[in-house]
């Protein structure tokens, strides 16, 4: 089967860093997307990992291991406004885009 | 502004009404999809139109009928849905290209419609 499993939530103080993981098991492999999900809102895409590796973006990196199935997301100088649901999702074989079932992400002050 | 347009933002219908969504991008993608969001649990794609042809239907009812008249317009036609059918449904869009590894065929979401069966 196809399988994206991530944390349901976590909690985290203003300034501080945070990583939220994401394990796979999908048919075949064809890119990792990281969105984030205000409540009511949209999902804005965050990052996107094909090949193994960190990639940066401001104060957003995201990191793949294909031979793990493991992906994460770690948010520097936390804000207020990064409070939001996170969802990691996989392009598999089919092309199809997989979803977990998101990470919502509490900052406190 | 997401470049994904979404109407009506919220809907309240009977079981015996029928309704319809409306989806525009403004973004030039040949790709258009339809996704059902319920409380905690995953997105679920339920439709796939790829340049204009309906490429995925994911064991969706019957009672949810999509329509793609062109590659920048999608609707979602609802008849005799269920209370269980109230959810977010959000409508998605991409540039479908052979060379997926360059973007991953990225796909961007409107704001969504919140569908409330009574």
């Known amino acids: 089967g196809q399988n994206i499993d991530q944390p349901t939530e976590m909690t985290a103080t203003e300034g501080a860093i945070v990583q939220i993981n994401c394990t796979y098991q999908?048919?075949?492999?064809?890119?990792l997307f990281w969105y984030q999900q205000h409540a009511g809102e949209a999902p804005t895409f965050l990052s996107y990992n094909v090949l193994d590796g960190l990639e940066e973006k401001g104060r957003f990196s995201s990191f793949l291991s294909r031979s793990k199935g493991y992906s994460y997301l770690l948010l520097k100088e936390l804000q207020m406004k990064d409070s939001a649901s996170y969802l990691c999702a996989v392009r598999g074989n089919t092309d199809k885009l997989i979803f977990g079932t998101g990470t919502r992400l509490q900052v406190f002050p | 502004e997401t470049g994904v347009t979404q109407t009506p933002r919220h809907l309240v219908m009977g079981m015996t009404n029928k309704k319809s969504l409306k989806c525009e991008q403004h973004l030039g993608h040949n790709a258009m999809y339809w996704y059902k969001q319920s409380a905690k649990k995953p997105l679920e794609l339920m439709f796939v139109?790829?340049?204009?042809?309906?490429?995925e239907n994911n064991s969706v009812p019957s009672r949810f009928s999509p329509e793609c008249p062109n590659s920048s317009h999608l609707f979602l036609h609802l008849h005799t849905l269920q209370p269980e059918d109230s959810a977010l449904y959000l409508c998605?869009?991409?540039?479908?290209?052979?060379?997926?590894?360059?973007?991953?065929?990225?796909?961007?979401f409107g704001e969504g419609s919140w569908l409330t069966v009574v």
């Open positions: 999908t048919s075949g492999f064809n890119g």
């Open positions: 998605a869009s991409s540039q479908v290209s052979q060379w997926v590894q360059d973007s991953g065929n990225t796909i961007y």
């Open positions: 139109y790829n340049f204009k042809e309906q490429t």
